[in-house]
């Protein structure tokens, strides 16, 4: 079995304790978290889009740029 997944279920009293999965798998389980939660922000962001306070990429850069000020 973990040689297909990349993962191996530890049960303990036939209820499941543990999981050992080699280092890819793990980082791939990490990217994806990662990925949904961007996508979540994203979409709680779409909720609120309002047109009139957007900052155009440039004005934005002018004012990281001027440091804030």
Do not use: C, W
């Not at 890819?24 to 909720?47: G, H, K, M, P, S």
């Amino acid at each position: 079995m973990f040689r297909h997944t990349g993962r191996l279920l530890i049960f303990k009293d036939n209820n499941p304790v543990a999981i050992m999965m080699n280092v890819q798998a793990y980082q791939d389980f990490f990217d994806e978290l990662e990925d949904l939660r961007i996508e979540a922000v994203a979409r709680d962001r779409l909720t609120s889009y309002q047109g009139g306070q957007l900052v155009s990429h440039e004005d934005m850069r002018a004012l990281f740029e001027s440091g804030g000020q």
